[in-house]
């Protein structure tokens, strides 16, 4: 292990010089960043060199998350959870997330209140809502134990400004709004080459909801997969619920089935399933 700073370590001292002219508004910003400084200041240094799926989830359906850790252990698969309203989690909501944590996987942020970044910013200002989306988050997280080191944007609504600035809090940023079964070149922001990681700071998800194992969502994702193993890639999914079909629950949901096909598939062809807290 060595000393290497994150992103969102580069405008630490400066943004403390910058105190006394208002750019930060109270004092628990100085021990937000003094958190951020002893407490993410090492980290492991070694590169990625293996293709792989950062596959997330997102929201508050922990529940359901929680009963599919056997699932992820029987094919060694690290998952992150972006979670909002963590003030809000009740403690069943909170033990589920303890072990999920506790199995390895990452618990991230998604917000206080699920506000969308660059609305709120445009209606406001970046300054609001850091105070009010942001900071509140990140300081319910660490009091309840869950300290967070990666961000998803609700309804992946984001824009330059709001990377630049939430890069300061977090060392990844997700956002989304891509399908797999896009033929256009956005699709492409998708696939990152493993190579390439360290110098992302957000990464652009594939939404991914298949309700069958037979779903044609399943098929393009077994496509992408071999894709990856071909061109040494990194590929980020994103989901909301895992639940069998016709059970009650958000919309926006995977199967227990269409999971369990995904994580053999890509086992079989070695790919890795990476959480945000194994990326450099």
Not at 128 to 133: L, N, P, R, S
Not at 169 to 180: A, D, H, T, V
Not at 250 to 277: C, G, M, R, W
């Amino acid at each position: 292990m060595e000393l290497s700073f994150y992103p969102y370590h580069l405008n630490i001292f400066s943004e403390l010089k910058n105190m006394g002219k208002g750019r930060y508004r109270n004092l628990r910003t100085v021990f937000i960043l003094f958190i951020i400084i002893i407490t993410g200041g090492c980290k492991n240094t070694g590169k990625i060199t293996e293709p792989g799926v950062i596959l997330t989830f997102d929201d508050r359906n922990m529940l359901n998350w929680e009963k599919q850790i056997p699932l992820f252990a029987k094919y060694n698969a690290h998952v992150t959870f972006f979670v909002d309203r963590f003030d809000e989690l009740t403690p069943e909501q909170l033990q589920a997330l303890k072990r999920l944590k506790e199995a390895g996987h990452t618990i991230g942020c998604h917000g206080l209140r699920h506000r969308k970044a660059a609305e709120f910013c445009e209606k406001f200002s970046v300054e609001d809502y850091i105070v009010a989306e942001i900071e509140p988050a990140i300081k319910v997280m660490e009091e309840k134990g869950f300290p967070p080191m990666c961000f998803a944007y609700p309804n992946s609504n984001h824009s330059a400004l709001t990377d630049s600035v939430l890069l300061n809090y977090f060392r990844y940023l997700r956002s989304g709004g891509i399908r797999i079964d896009d033929s256009s070149s956005n699709k492409e922001k998708a696939f990152v080459p493993v190579n390439d990681i360290r110098g992302k700071g957000r990464l652009d998800g594939v939404s991914f909801h298949p309700k069958s194992k037979n779903d044609d969502l399943v098929l393009q994702v077994k496509d992408a997969i071999k894709r990856l193993k071909e061109n040494n890639e990194l590929l980020v999914l994103y989901a909301h619920d895992i639940r069998n079909l016709g059970e009650e629950g958000p919309k926006n949901y995977i199967t227990v089935e269409a999971l369990d096909e995904i994580l053999s598939y890509a086992h079989k062809y070695q790919i890795k399933f990476y959480s945000y807290e194994e990326l450099p």
